[in-house]
Structures are given as structure tokens and as C-alpha cells.
């Protein structure tokens, strides 16, 4: 069983363009969670979501940030007209249906923004 | 103030010596999780806990849900060890969202 798998590992976007980040969960996990930590900063909740349904999105920047995660096919994020200020590391992580399960954590895509 | 807490920030230990890191958070939780992330690495799940004490190898975690504290002991440390360690806890909502700590640096000299 493949753990949490995000793509691409490292990105590099210059300004005003867009950044897409792809996590799998790992197998049978239908919760999705996104962090950002941006340099020198700790990790910070971005966005929570379940098949086709965002949870909580209290994290995450009102513009230029979304998120989805459908049916069929990984979890994306999307960052629109990217500013140097959006380069960080972003962690996804995933869990199966239930209140005890843990979270586990993919690899990380590392954005840097020229 | 920050709802998690971590100390110390930064921690330089011999090889060998036995470490503690300390977690201590404002918010109530259902559970509690260390992590470690090496340098420009990805995060790996070390413990999740929502009482009492757990151990595997030669790491133990231990929490305090009265007191809303928890530590992370690292038994005859190994530089291989040195990471970052973070606690995150997961806030008692129904969304189960985490806040972390701000990591604890760990490096131990051979």
C-alpha cells in the first residue's frame, strides 16, 4: 500500500502564473487535509476535504487559492497568479473515515516562485 | 500566544544521551501527534496519542491531558535523530483540524 504520494516534488513558477499541486491519499483514505509552511514559519492548515466536499477551508487564502478533491483522481491545489510570497513547502495528508484514525503525510511539493 | 507550544526550540545533544522534548497546548484536543521532518525532507508520523503513553524502538511519548502537556523522549540518541520535532494537535471540532507547534531543532554530535 503507497503512502500519501504528491506531485510534482519541486515547482518553479514565475509570477502571474499558476501552480497546481496533486496529492493521493493513500488507498481507501477519503479525508484530505493541505498545509503550507512557508520558510523559517511552522506548518499551518490550509484546507480540509472529503470526496467532492470541502470541510473546512478556514486556512486558506480567500483569493487565488483552491482546493478540490473529486470523485475519481487526486486532490488538487490550485494557486492562481502566483507572488513570490506563495513559495513555501505544501504538505498534504490523508486519513481513513473514522474519529481515531491518523493522519498520514505525503512528501511535500516545494513551490518557489521567481 | 500561541494555542501549541513547543521547548525547547533549538536542542544539541552527544551521542548517546537521553533527549526530551516538550509539547504544551490552550485548546482542547482529541488527539495529539509528533512528527519529525529531516531537512528539506517530508514529515513523518512518529506517535498519535490521545492518553497515557506510547513507545516504539527507542522513542516514548507521554501525555498529560489534565495538565494539556506531552514529551517526546528520545532514549540513546543517534545522529541519525537529528530533525526537526513537531507537535501538532488536533483541535476538538468536528473537523478534526491541526495546529502545530513551532518544532523543536534536534541535532546530535557523534
Known amino acids: 500500500n503507497a503512502g500519501v504520494m504528491q506531485n510534482p516534488r519541486h515547482l518553479v513558477r514565475r509570477r502571474g502564473q499558476e501552480a497546481r499541486l496533486r496529492c493521493s491519499p493513500m488507498k481507501g483514505h477519503s479525508h484530505v487535509y493541505w498545509y503550507r509552511q512557508l520558510p523559517e514559519e511552522g506548518l499551518k492548515f490550509m484546507v480540509y476535504l472529503q470526496k467532492e466536499n470541502i470541510i473546512d477551508e478556514s486556512g486558506m487564502p480567500k483569493e487565488r487559492f483552491s482546493a478540490e478533491f473529486p470523485k475519481e483522481g487526486p486532490s488538487i491545489l490550485r494557486i492562481q497568479q502566483v507572488v513570490r510570497g506563495d513559495s513555501a513547502a505544501y504538505f498534504c495528508?490523508?486519513?481513513?473515515?473514522?474519529?481515531?484514525?491518523?493522519?498520514?503525510f505525503g512528501p511535500g511539493t516545494r513551490l518557489l516562485v521567481l | 500566544k500561541n494555542e501549541v507550544e513547543q521547548s525547547p526550540q533549538n536542542l544539541t545533544a552527544q551521542e548517546g544521551e537521553f533527549i526530551t522534548i516538550n509539547c504544551s497546548y490552550s485548546?482542547?484536543?482529541?488527539?495529539l501527534h509528533w512528527l519529525q521532518q529531516h531537512p528539506g525532507g517530508g514529515i513523518v508520523s512518529l506517535f498519535m496519542?490521545?492518553?497515557g503513553k506510547k513507545k516504539h524502538g527507542r522513542l516514548i511519548a507521554t501525555i498529560n491531558i489534565q495538565e494539556k502537556h506531552s514529551s517526546l523522549h528520545i532514549t540513546a540518541s543517534h545522529p541519525r535523530d537529528s530533525a526537526v520535532y513537531i507537535c501538532?494537535?488536533?483541535?476538538?471540532?468536528?473537523?478534526?483540524?491541526?495546529?502545530f507547534g513551532p518544532g523543536t531543532s534536534l541535532s546530535v554530535i557523534p
Open positions: 485548546v482542547g484536543i482529541s488527539a
Open positions: 496519542l490521545s492518553s
Open positions: 495528508a490523508s486519513r481513513q473515515d473514522g474519529s481515531r484514525e491518523t493522519q498520514y
Open positions: 501538532a494537535v488536533e483541535v476538538k471540532t468536528s473537523y478534526d483540524k491541526v495546529i
